[in-house]
């Protein structure tokens, strides 16, 4: 039990960095939305991918970040706990030296306690997210069998490399899903009798695929039986799918040179069908998600980020400046949760102060026995 212990403390690390990226993201978005990039979604999926990627990579980066930090500034803290000791020796934070101390090592305590089993409370909550994060991976299992069985009942129509392209009469809605090598677009047959709207169509998805959109679908679905308890997750996830759908709408315009009011109409006739035997929401990427909820709010985005296509921008190198920011930020939040390595001599200094606080304590007390003894006359 000792060895899951580091486990579970890289776990919560990752959920904090998760959560503090995500803060850092939102940060990001609203200054982009106020430049000449608020109407450039493909920028801006961009940078939500790299701000991702930087989580994915957050124990490297941070570090990297911790040797770089003491090579740099060696006496300078950089994790919140050695910030938080630094700021009490400053006497920038007025409680006494024990109960600080035990603010610093009470996860450490906690997770202790779990692991001796002295903590049921806690025991029960971990129970109960487990089972929790269980059922969410039994969801995911059924969501791929599902669509492994809507794959299947289609037909193939075209190959195109690693990508086949087949149709279905039992699906309403043309989405893209991958296997282990071969990657897919299944179409209603329905299409067939509407060649104009299924070039459209295939684009999009083919672009989705271009893009890797799927394998990023895939990925939060595995992370979710992870992280569905986190706030940030769900958030992210459905800003994901907006932008995600927003920069493809925008790149299948450019790329294809296909006129924006012929793509519009086929959404909007998407939007107006009835849609039968709906797939699971996991696993793909769908043209179309109608069952999904706010769809309608997400149906006018769609309209309205075609409506305002980017132009040139004359700002080329500011995506690139902000990524690098934005990279830098993830790093340092990641290398800030980290428990500290090793005794600092700030921590050295703090110790003292609370063995000292301990053992004036002790005297206190032995002080007041010496003194309540002699009152009872005892020899």
């Avoid at 060895?3 to 982009?32: H, R, S, T, Y």
């Avoid at 069998?145 to 190959?159: E, N």
């Avoid at 709207?197 to 979710?224: C, K, N, S, T, Y």
Wanted: proline letters at 5%; charged letters at 20%.
């Amino acid at each position: 039990m000792a060895a899951m212990k580091p486990v579970l403390e890289l776990f919560i690390d990752a959920n904090i960095v998760f959560l503090l990226a995500f803060c850092l993201w939102v940060v990001v978005q609203q200054g982009v939305s106020r430049t000449v990039y608020k109407h450039n979604y493909p920028a801006q999926f961009r940078l939500m991918k790299i701000a991702l990627i930087c989580i994915a990579l957050s124990p490297a980066i941070a570090h990297v970040s911790i040797l770089a930090s003491k090579s740099i500034w060696p006496t300078t803290p950089i994790t919140i706990s050695d910030i938080a000791v630094a700021s009490y020796l400053r006497g920038e934070i007025a409680i006494p030296a024990v109960e600080f101390e035990a603010l610093l090592g009470a996860r450490s305590r906690l997770l202790d306690a779990l692991f001796d089993g002295e903590a049921l409370w806690l025991a029960g909550v971990v129970a109960a997210l487990l089972a929790v994060a269980v059922l969410q991976a039994i969801r995911m299992l059924q969501a791929a069998a599902t669509l492994r069985r809507a794959i299947q009942g289609s037909y193939l129509w075209r190959r195109i490399g690693k990508i086949d392209v087949r149709l279905s009469d039992r699906v309403s809605i043309p989405f893209a899903a991958r296997g282990f090598v071969r990657r897919y677009v299944v179409l209603p047959s329905s299409l067939v009798s509407e060649p104009k709207e299924m070039r459209m169509i295939l684009a999009h998805e083919l672009q989705h695929i271009r893009d890797g959109d799927v394998e990023w679908e895939l990925a939060f679905e595995v992370m979710r039986p992870l992280m569905f308890w986190n706030p940030a997750f769900g958030i992210w996830k459905r800003s994901f799918d907006q932008l995600r759908e927003l920069s493809c709408d925008q790149k299948v315009i450019a790329r294809n040179r296909i006129a924006t009011r012929d793509y519009m109409d086929c959404l909007m006739g998407f939007c107006k069908r009835e849609v039968s035997n709906p797939l699971p929401y996991a696993m793909h990427v769908a043209f179309f998600r109608g069952q999904e909820p706010l769809a309608k709010r997400a149906f006018a985005g769609r309209l309205l980020a075609l409506a305002n296509r980017p132009g040139p921008s004359r700002f080329a190198l500011a995506m690139p400046v902000i990524a690098f920011g934005m990279a830098v930020g993830v790093a340092v939040a990641a290398a800030s949760v980290r428990q500290p390595g090793d005794w600092s001599q700030d921590r050295l200094m703090l110790s003292t102060i609370v063995n000292l606080e301990r053992l004036a304590a002790i005297n206190e007390k032995g002080f007041g026995r010496e003194t309540w003894v002699e009152a009872q006359g005892a020899p």
